[in-house]
């Protein structure tokens, strides 16, 4: 069965699109920790980041680094922290976090509600900055 994130890759379930590539994608997380909490996946399915291949994974990373400047960029911010936990979705992704402290990147803080239209805003804003 296909991962949630396999689902939006192939568009059948809409997502607040960032930017993408022929090999990763980058949307808004929809519970995010702080404005501008973005995902990063690659298109392939594969549960554990470390299971990806060494050039895919550096590609990977690369790519993160890529959509990070970008959310600085859309975010003033003292760095954009990344996690990466795999447990809540069976396929490998990044969080990119624009973070003042260490705290904004606990993840049983509360999460933001935000309308369609500001998470639109928000990705459009994001990939204006790439």
Partial sequence: ????????????????????????LAFLDINPLVKGHTLVIPKREID????????????????????????????PCRKVGQAVIGLEVPHAHIHLIPIQQESDMIFSNKKLQLSGD???AIAQAIHNNM
Wanted: some cysteine; aromatic content about 14%; hydrophobic content about 50%.
């Fill in 1 to 24: 069965m296909a991962s949630i994130f396999s689902k939006i890759v192939a568009g059948e379930i809409p997502c607040y699109k960032v930017d993408e590539t022929d090999d990763f």
């Fill in 48 to 75: 554990y980041i470390f299971d990806m291949e060494d050039k895919e994974l550096a590609a990977f990373q690369l790519y993160a680094k890529r959509v990070a400047a970008a959310i600085r960029k859309t975010f």
């Fill in 118 to 120: 500001e998470m639109m």
